[in-house]
């Protein structure tokens, strides 16, 4: 390993420690979890929104 991936790796070491036990940690899980959330409601919504659309187009085919 040559001293830039030695580097960078240590370096995501001490961020991923921070992320578990810094200042704020317990936010950043809440926000993490909120995210997850919305992310799923907007694909359902999204996947409604195009049922509808296509259901709707099907219907009206005179």
Do not use: C, P, Y
């Not at 992320?19 to 996947?47: M, P, T, W």
């Amino acid at each position: 390993m040559d001293l830039k991936e030695e580097f960078e790796a240590r370096i995501n070491r001490l961020e991923r420690f921070i992320e578990d036990k810094g200042l704020g940690h317990r936010q950043l899980e809440k926000a993490k979890k909120v995210q997850r959330s919305l992310n799923a409601i907007a694909f359902l919504g999204g996947l409604i929104t195009i049922a509808g659309v296509v259901i709707w187009s099907v219907s009206n085919k005179d």
